[in-house]
């Protein structure tokens, strides 16, 4: 029962923090330390990863249907090609300051999740930024290539955890004055490549402790509740994220601030 409740603990923090902008790194490491809870193992790591990455194809499959469309039919016409190359190439493009920072501060990057402190800090500056949205004025622009990298750079400072990804990008997005469904769209799609990446990278640990010390290195939790809790993840997020489109369109985006900053100082206080 207990490692079923850390389980489902696990899986609906990955599911909701991943998606609304309260930052799924941060709230982590709060909980390891606060709550004197461990992660679930490499495995569990990787399918509640799989989980979130599949909530995002299943609430933008029509999106996706028509990249795939555009991409890969011959009937596509040579406009839908260009369009679904052309979107291809800014989310690769928003892709590249994340893995470049990653390739150069993995270490330092590695080393911060062990500083709770310092994550309620970066908490708070998430709650600032998410507060700061409320005075920017709202647009009506596409995501331009120039755009699509500056909301790769928010990304890329995302990788500290207890700054939320999706609060840097959106809000990124917002200062450029791009239309909130459309800055929506494409910042969950452009996460698409590193939760994938990192869900690959972790499994490439999985399978080399597998290798190294044999099956109990990496079978913390059963295949059931791994299974489990990709599922519960998975439905979770998808949830979530409905409720952040629903959000940016209602323009109430920025009340995730006052609890990231409460969070936060509660952090710094008490953990």
């Known amino acids: 029962m207990i490692e079923f409740l850390k389980v489902s603990f696990l899986a609906a923090l990955q599911g909701v923090a991943?998606?609304?902008?309260?930052?799924?790194?941060?709230?982590?490491?709060?909980?390891?330390?606060?709550?004197?809870?461990?992660?679930?193992?490499?495995?569990?790591d990787v399918f509640l990863h799989l989980g979130t990455l599949a909530a995002i194809f299943a609430y933008y499959r029509i999106v996706i249907s028509r990249l795939v469309r555009g991409l890969l039919w011959r009937s596509a016409t040579w406009?839908?090609?260009?369009?679904?190359?052309?979107?291809?190439?800014?989310?690769?493009?928003?892709?590249?300051?994340?893995?470049?920072?990653?390739?150069?501060?993995?270490?330092?990057?590695?080393?911060?999740?062990?500083?709770?402190?310092?994550?309620?800090a970066l908490l708070?500056?998430?709650?600032?930024?998410?507060?700061?949205?409320?005075?920017?004025?709202?647009?009506?622009?596409?995501?331009?290539?120039?755009?699509?990298?500056f909301m790769g750079l928010g990304q890329s400072v995302a990788l500290l955890p207890g700054v939320s990804r999706s609060g840097m990008t959106l809000a990124s997005a917002r200062a450029g004055r791009v239309d909130g469904a459309k800055s929506a769209e494409f910042s969950f799609l452009m996460s698409a490549p590193l939760i994938g990446g990192a869900a690959m990278l972790e499994l490439?640990?999985?399978?080399?402790?597998?290798?190294?010390?044999?099956?109990?290195?990496?079978?913390?939790?059963?295949?059931?509740?791994?299974?489990?809790?990709?599922?519960?993840?998975g439905f979770v997020g998808y949830f979530s994220l409905a409720l952040l489109v629903k959000a940016l369109k209602?323009?109430?985006?920025?009340?995730?601030?006052?609890?990231?900053?409460?969070?936060?100082?509660?952090?710094?206080?008490?953990?």
């Open 18 to 44: 991943e998606f609304l902008p309260i930052s799924s790194s941060g709230h982590l490491v709060i909980a390891q330390h606060a709550l004197g809870m461990k992660d679930g193992g490499l495995r569990l």
């Open 79 to 120: 406009e839908h090609r260009r369009e679904a190359w052309e979107y291809l190439g800014k989310i690769a493009l928003s892709a590249l300051p994340a893995v470049v920072v990653y390739l150069f501060f993995h270490d330092f990057l590695e080393g911060m999740f062990e500083n709770a402190k310092m994550v309620g």
């Open 124 to 149: 708070m500056f998430t709650g600032a930024v998410l507060i700061g949205t409320r005075y920017m004025p709202k647009g009506s622009k596409d995501v331009s290539w120039a755009r699509a990298f």
């Open 204 to 233: 490439l640990k999985c399978i080399k402790a597998a290798g190294e010390a044999g099956e109990a290195a990496t079978a913390e939790v059963p295949w059931g509740l791994t299974i489990y809790g990709a599922v519960l993840a």
């Open 250 to 271: 209602g323009d109430w985006f920025w009340l995730f601030g006052p609890y990231c900053l409460v969070a936060g100082l509660a952090t710094l206080l008490l953990v």
